[in-house]
């Protein structure tokens, strides 16, 4: 454990629920924010909210393997450690947990966590729990990341059990992710309030990512025509020009790969269930796409995710 400017810093989980547990016993609500680090403005605005709903933000740092699949870009996400602890010690954050890993590894074992690949996603072969919201987790990225939702499940288990939160702070630009969470939560009666806050976008339109730190340049400009896409099926929608949920995909898909993405999905779903839709006028709809984009490392895609909710207030 360090201390930087009073923003305490854990790489230790024990060391991590000992502190937090010390912040309870004082009467302190803590907050929640997990991240995979290499912040921007949409994850300090989680923390920005999350001032407002407890008295004590902590935030994690961690590119979790087992939500990557070995031919994933575990190898290439961005990491900035230093510059992530200088924004959230700005931000006001009172400490960070950064873990070196969560997977407990068979002693005397050689291997790190990323070298020993599992079939589906990298964990250590000691590792074998793991958390699965059925339903939730088949649809949309899970089509494409069979591997991906148990490792984001089964780790924010492991960041809820190690930082015991009152309450913790997730962006809907991982709708299907804060759904899932929500779920989670819910099914095996965890004690955590889970807030979805809304995406924070770049002036052009494009939602901010880690990851697109990883576009070329020409992808970085064309990357926009997402939300341009995104906000015209919500016009044809909300303006009752179009309802047909696989219109709406074929135009979207079609502004999208006229950008120079390739389509991994375009999605419209039940806002809630995460269900195809026969009609989009008739709920709260879900628009949500994938696609990949040139990428300048040895990757050579980035797959970036955004959505959308057409007819919000049906929900409300
Ligand atoms: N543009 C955004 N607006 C609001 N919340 C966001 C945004 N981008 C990420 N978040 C949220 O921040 C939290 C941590 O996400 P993460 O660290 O994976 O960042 P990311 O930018 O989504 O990275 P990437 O998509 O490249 O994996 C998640 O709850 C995620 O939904
Ligand atoms: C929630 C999360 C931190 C779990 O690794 C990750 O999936 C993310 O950053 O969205
Ligand atoms: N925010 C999503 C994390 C991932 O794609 O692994």
Not at 57 to 80: C, K, L, M, W
Not at 155 to 177: M, N, S, W
Not at 286 to 293: I, Q, R, T
Request: contains cysteine.
């Amino acid at each position: 454990m360090s201390v930087q400017n009073e923003m305490h810093i854990f790489s230790s989980a024990s060391e991590m629920r000992n502190w937090s547990r010390q912040q309870k016993q004082k009467g302190k609500r803590i907050a929640l924010v997990p991240t995979m680090g290499y912040l921007h403005e949409g994850h300090l605005s989680l923390v920005e909210a999350a001032k407002e709903l407890a008295d004590i933000v902590v935030s994690s740092i961690y590119v979790n393997p087992t939500q990557f699949a070995a031919h994933e870009d575990f190898g290439q996400y961005p990491r900035q450690p230093e510059v992530d602890r200088a924004k959230l010690k700005a931000m006001g954050c009172s400490a960070v947990f950064e873990p070196t890993s969560l997977y407990v590894k068979v002693q005397g074992a050689e291997s790190e966590d990323v070298n020993v690949v599992g079939k589906e996603s990298m964990h250590p072969e000691s590792h074998e729990t793991f958390v699965q919201v059925e339903r939730l987790q088949k649809p949309l990225c899970g089509g494409s990341r069979p591997h991906f939702f148990r490792g984001v499940a089964t780790v924010v288990t492991k960041l809820f059990h190690i930082v015991e939160p009152d309450v913790a702070v997730f962006g809907r630009k991982d709708y299907q992710q804060w759904r899932i969470i929500e779920r989670m939560v819910r099914d095996l009666d965890f004690g955590v309030e889970v807030v979805g806050m809304p995406i924070c976008r770049e002036q052009d339109g494009l939602a901010m990512s880690s990851r697109n730190a990883r576009l070329t340049a020409e992808a970085r400009q064309h990357a926009p025509a997402i939300y341009k896409a995104l906000r015209w099926a919500m016009q044809a929608v909300e303006s009752g020009a179009e309802k047909n949920p696989g219109t709406i995909q074929d135009q979207v898909r079609g502004m999208i790969e006229q950008a120079g993405g390739k389509m991994d999905y375009a999605e419209l779903v039940d806002a809630k269930s995460l269900q195809p839709i026969l009609d989009a006028s008739l709920q709260t709809t879900l628009l949500a796409v994938a696609a990949l984009f040139p990428s300048k490392d040895s990757q050579g895609t980035v797959r970036l995710i955004d959505n959308i909710v057409i007819n919000e207030e049906i929900l409300l």
